[in-house]
């Protein structure tokens, strides 16, 4: 087994937390708390990641992290 270090990112809304992590494409989970929502996003990465170990796929590795909020008017 290896340690992964990889970004992720919570959102709230009204209807609870979305977690995804960006680095695993499609990679994503949801919770009714911020700890559920981070639990259920680590057991998801561990899936996506076995899952690429398992069909020789790369595993992305991260060099930097920005994470912004931008205003926008649309």
Do not use: F, W
């Given at each position: ?6 970004p992720?990112?919570?959102?709230k ?6 977690a995804?992590c960006?680095?695993l ?7 009714a708390?911020?700890e559920?929502a981070l639990d259920?996003?680590?057991d998801a990465?561990v899936l996506h990641?076995?899952d690429r170990?398992?069909n020789?796929e ?9 994470l912004?909020?931008l205003?926008?008017?649309?």
């Amino acid at each position: 087994m290896r340690n992964y270090s990889l970004p992720v990112v919570i959102e709230k809304d009204a209807e609870g937390y979305y977690a995804e992590c960006p680095s695993l494409q499609g990679c994503y989970s949801q919770g009714a708390t911020y700890e559920e929502a981070l639990d259920n996003i680590r057991d998801a990465m561990v899936l996506h990641i076995q899952d690429r170990v398992e069909n020789g796929e790369a595993i992305p590795l991260v060099e930097m992290i920005s994470l912004v909020t931008l205003d926008v008017v649309a």
